[in-house]
DNA sequence: AAGTGGTCTAGACCACTAT
DNA sequence: TAGTGGTCTAGACCACTTT
């Protein structure tokens, strides 16, 4: 199937893709889509080894670097798997490898207008054995915890709790007050800013609480991001965890090859 | 606060951070390891400029193109942002950028021994509107319809159903009931192998018949996890949906500095 | 030994931003 | 105008795999 004249025919005629070298668009993202779309023809199929490294620079006239460049990022879209000494492969898709990104939660991040923040409690409390777990500190030390509910477009939308490391040096209550935008929320905790956090999503239902103040059904499906954020002496700062109905919330991605125009990386 | 003495001693002393020409690891890592480290200890704070590129090549004395990879590796981490003509600067945590990976699924993709997948299922349905919508064909078209229960560890894990177009042209229905490894699942739908998948996770509860296959309580908090596979030719070939007891699957993932070992890319 | 990918150099030119 | 990041060249050497 692969070695008759007809299909020698049609390799030819896509290796002749050639690079508009006056486009605006980078040299290595156009040989990017050209290997893509090889790939999505089915003219490379998933085993097939790419034309080696030297070998594209003579067909497309470019250097080394341009074409590593290339593969490298076929490589991260995990379209490809490059092997030291053996060549490159086309991969197969990997459906393990799929990422997805809170940016279904980004539009209302951002949307300064239509996302308002409402703290329903702002208290101290003495941690018990997992919140001093969680915080790496003492059971009975001091903690503030905070209950938030996060409005989109005037509904509630994501129901917000977390403990805080209590500090007498820095007044933390009263900046965490000030946080009526979601997006500051995340920036820092208090006045020192953060390293890093830890994500875990699970799925959950909707307790009594949270449901009330959801407005949603009790027992409905739900989301639950629980988070650590670190301070820059990677120290816990605080411990936490959003609630945000099923239904107003899903994650998607694309895994393989997509179609849409190359992004600028 | 930034100006002082003693923080410009310290920042000498950071900049003294050398690159070891003798180390295995590649320069790129390195340069990339000592921004970190200068990020991660407080000393270059969000919204701080990076030295620019030209003053890192003299720095460390590397060529252009290294100092380049190190920040572009650090910018799709999401640690800095570049802006031509103005610099390079210090992200603060992008919280939404936090990606998850199915790779918490790999392990049992992965386990040939202690995963088995059985069929519980396969027969020819016609399409009805959901169906023929999701997969792009005429209402009253012929569908297989295939259920799956997946075991790990001789426990089931994950009920998986789905609709495979119907071609009398491709034997399907032999070859998919001979994958046992869940694996090879993903890889093909009957011979034809996929280009490229869409996948969707929202949060649900299990319904009468997944809670008695899946050994678990109704109205249990699950992840429904929702695909449709596309062949060559972008026409979808299978459209169907995982489902999973949320207390056998997360997600986790960590957003901003990590300090493990950067790996390879 | 020959071919492959992985790293790196020492420049170049360009587009963009700030002054 | 000077400085910045973005792209690109035309080579080099190395480690690894296959023959």
Aim: proline share 4%; charged share 30%.
């Amino acid at each position: 199937m692969r070695g008759n004249r007809v299909m020698d025919t049609v390799l030819r005629m896509e290796q002749l893709q050639k690079l508009d070298r006056n486009s605006y668009a980078p040299r290595y993202a156009q040989l990017v889509r050209i290997l893509q779309g090889r790939i999505a023809s089915g003219e490379l199929r998933p085993g097939d080894r790419l034309p080696s490294e030297a070998q594209l620079c003579k067909q497309h006239r470019v250097s080394p670097m341009t074409v590593r460049r290339a593969i490298n990022i076929l490589s991260q879209l995990g379209i490809v798997v490059t092997s030291q000494g053996r060549g490159t492969f086309v991969n197969s898709i990997q459906f393990w490898a799929a990422t997805f990104c809170l940016d279904g939660l980004q539009h209302v991040l951002e949307d300064e207008k239509g996302t308002t923040v409402k703290i329903l409690e702002a208290s101290i409390r003495l941690a018990d054995e997992r919140v001093a777990g969680e915080l790496a500190i003492r059971t009975g030390q001091r903690t503030i915890y905070i209950r938030r509910l996060i409005y989109s477009q005037a509904k509630p939308f994501i129901y917000h709790r977390e403990y805080v490391i209590y500090d007498p040096k820095r007044p933390i209550v009263e900046s965490e007050m000030n946080v009526t935008s979601l997006k500051g929320l995340f920036e820092r905790v208090g006045d020192s800013t953060l390293k890093r956090s830890t994500l875990t999503i699970e799925a959950t239902v909707l307790k009594e609480e949270e449901a009330e103040l959801l407005e949603s059904p009790v027992q409905a499906p739900a989301f639950r991001l629980e988070h650590i954020f670190y301070d820059f002496d990677d120290r816990p700062v605080s411990w936490g965890w959003f609630i945000c109905p099923g239904d107003r919330l899903r994650f998607t991605t694309v895994v393989g090859i997509r179609d849409e125009e190359l992004r600028r990386r």
